[in-house]
């Protein structure tokens, strides 16, 4: 209360976000909750996925297999979230299979962008060609979740992995695994394949996250629709400060299958 202007002033300079509040002036505190209130909010809003690259008005492919990992009778949680973002955006989405993937390219123009369980990536990238860019759910929210870079960057490695490295697969989410689960069976073994190499992994789902991670070469994390992005990005900054890479499902997949750059193009 006894400040001068000048000491705010100058208060302000070097607290450009600081507040002026007093105990006996009962609007000041209202406006440091109203204050407070906000930048919670703001924490708590997570980037977009994809209506901050895609227009509105603008068109996407959602290719969504239906396999013996399908559940039965309903879409996962990031397909539902993404067909979510394109209605509240004014986004034209449409929703095939693979198998029904050529003909909607041919009834469809103008597509933005054809989006992929990363599972089916290569067979839908040989269909797609050079029709409409070309990404993955598990790259969209990579890249909501984290720091895409970090994560394209830590793909890199499974070219210089060794003989006896030991590699972290996480995934937030916790279910029944079968003889076709991604995280369990299929990246490890299209890993193995990539390399040429014999290696050993680790798995650990839900919040189940390693304290230690100076064991690990390298950490494969799924997409993390799970988890918000304080988190996820707390787990990667926590390999780069001991300088272990790590990426995701989604990109390990694109990487094996030679087609990175093409399904990471739509966010340069």
């Known amino acids: ?111 933005d962008l054809v989006i992929t369980d990363s599972q089916a990536f290569k067979n839908v990238e040989k269909i797609v060609e050079n029709k409409a860019k070309l990404t993955s759910f598990s790259i969209i929210f990579a890249r909501q979740k984290g720091d895409l870079k970090d994560l394209v960057i830590g793909v890199k490695k499974l070219s210089k992995l ?38 050993e992994f680790e798995f650990k789902s839900g919040k189940d996250f390693p304290e230690d991670l100076s064991k690990y070469a390298m950490i494969i994390h799924c997409g993390g629709c799970m988890i918000n992005r304080k988190l996820m990005q707390s787990r990667i900054d926590e390999a780069k400060a001991l300088r272990i890479p790590i990426t995701n499902y989604g990109l390990v997949i694109a990487e094996v299958n030679g087609i990175l750059d093409k399904a990471i193009q739509i966010f340069r």
Do not use: W
């Open 1 to 111: 209360e006894n400040l001068t202007d000048a000491s705010k002033y100058v208060i302000k300079k070097i607290f450009p976000n600081g507040i002026f509040i007093s105990t006996k002036d009962r609007e000041t505190i209202l406006h440091l909750k109203e204050h407070i209130l906000k930048e919670i909010q703001k924490e708590q809003e997570e980037p977009k996925l994809i209506s901050d690259i895609i227009p509105y008005n603008g068109k996407i492919i959602m290719v969504v297999p239906i396999d013996s990992e399908a559940p039965k009778g309903r879409l996962i949680l990031p397909q539902v979230q993404l067909l979510r973002e394109c209605l509240d955006s004014g986004i034209k989405s449409y929703v095939v299979r693979d198998t029904e993937l050529k003909s909607a390219l041919e009834d469809i123009s103008d597509i």
């Open 162 to 199: 060794n003989h006896g490295d030991k590699i972290l697969i996480s995934e937030t989410c916790t279910h029944n695994t079968s003889h076709e689960d991604i995280g369990r069976v299929k990246i490890p073994k299209l890993i193995k394949n990539y390399c040429g190499k014999e290696l």
